[in-house]
């Protein structure tokens, strides 16, 4: 994973190079903060005249010049100096630090949107109808296989792009996520099933006579000479086959790239419920598997939906529900 380059020349330099530091030794890449950083280390290299230090009115100077950025990207990189500051004042006590209740208010968090087994079978199928195009010789296995690999596997966007052959191990049934958030690798066991899946798509490109090394793209097309989708291609794709699917949100859009990553994390918790297990016991196993460092950044996906809803109620009922008594018939409730 690439990291920003960070290099300073205002007065502020040394601490920022000492922030951005510590954070990419933590195992950040941190590289959308350190445009930030360079960005406010720009302006008062530029106005150091003017603004020989980061005070009140350099802050609020350099943030003029992100008004034709939306409100909640601007807040995002008012907070970055924000922390910044923070950081500072630990050994800089009388250092300036912004007061966040001036900052543009955040927005609301999106919904995602948790696809259901029924939905993904839709999709596959829709995905299975799709023609094939020069640019995308194998587009029907291609998107196919995207759609499976999400919704099973919960990995990103990201590390599903970057996935080459070699990734594969059809021996093992295993696929080796490279260098994702935090510097970190992991290694997904696969079941019969998505095993089975890359194995038929292999076989077709195969049978094809399509370009096949170790390090090609597993969702690959021909554009540029041959490469991994982009975000954006593949995200293209995929709304086509949620309208065609009738599959939109609450409000009426169709869902994200991401939401799969939420609705593989909440149908993971479903069969632990309906076999009784211990869900708190297996958070940590979920949370390796899809790249957190921690269950508290699992928790973010797990939504209180149905039917995990009426899952837990039956948990429940089966483990306490003799030490739950009714109140007799008949009778209201006492002042």
């Not at 290299?45 to 230090?53: G, I, K, L, S």
């Not at 970055?80 to 001036?102: I, K, M, S």
């Not at 990201?158 to 690798?185: C, M, P, Q, V």
């Not at 292999?202 to 041959?226: C, F, H, M, V, Y």
Request: glycine residues 6%; positive net charge; aromatic residues 10%.
């Amino acid at each position: 994973m690439s990291r920003a380059m960070a290099v300073f020349s205002s007065l502020l330099a040394p601490p920022l190079a000492r922030y951005v530091g510590l954070k990419q030794t933590l195992g950040r890449s941190f590289d959308n903060a350190t445009r930030t950083l360079t960005s406010l280390d720009r302006f008062l290299h530029n106005y150091a005249q003017q603004y020989p230090d980061l005070n009140a009115a350099a802050f609020q100077a350099w943030c003029q010049t992100l008004d034709h950025v939306v409100s909640g990207e601007r807040r995002r990189r008012m907070q970055e100096v924000y922390h910044f500051c923070f950081y500072r004042r630990r050994t800089e006590p009388q250092c300036f630090v912004p007061d966040r209740a001036l900052f543009p208010r955040p927005h609301q968090s999106l919904q995602p949107y948790i696809f259901s087994e029924e939905e993904v079978a839709k999709l596959l199928r829709a995905a299975s109808e799709l023609k094939a195009v020069p640019s995308s010789p194998l587009r029907p296995e291609v998107i196919r296989l995207a759609i499976v690999l999400l919704f099973t596997t919960g990995i990103r966007c990201g590390e599903l792009l970057r996935l080459t052959l070699d990734n594969y191990d059809r021996r093992n049934a295993t696929l080796l996520i490279r260098e994702s958030k935090f510097h970190k690798s992991r290694l997904l066991p696969l079941n019969d099933d998505i095993a089975k899946e890359i194995d038929r798509y292999l076989e077709t490109w195969a049978q094809r006579g399509l370009p096949l090394t170790s390090d090609t793209a597993l969702i690959w097309n021909t554009i540029k000479g041959g490469g991994a989708y982009t975000a954006s291609g593949l995200h293209k794709c995929l709304r086509r086959l949620f309208q065609n699917c009738s599959i939109f949100t609450p409000k009426g859009r169709p869902p994200r790239i991401h939401d799969f990553r939420h609705a593989h994390a909440v149908n993971a918790l479903l069969p632990w419920y309906r076999q009784g297990a211990e869900v708190e016991a297996k958070l940590p196993y979920l949370a390796t598997y899809m790249g957190h460092v921690s269950v508290v950044s699992t928790h973010y996906y797990l939504h209180w939906i149905e039917p995990l809803r009426t899952a837990a109620s039956k948990k429940f009922a089966h483990h306490y529900g003799e030490l739950v008594v009714p109140a007799p018939h008949g009778r209201g409730r006492q002042g």
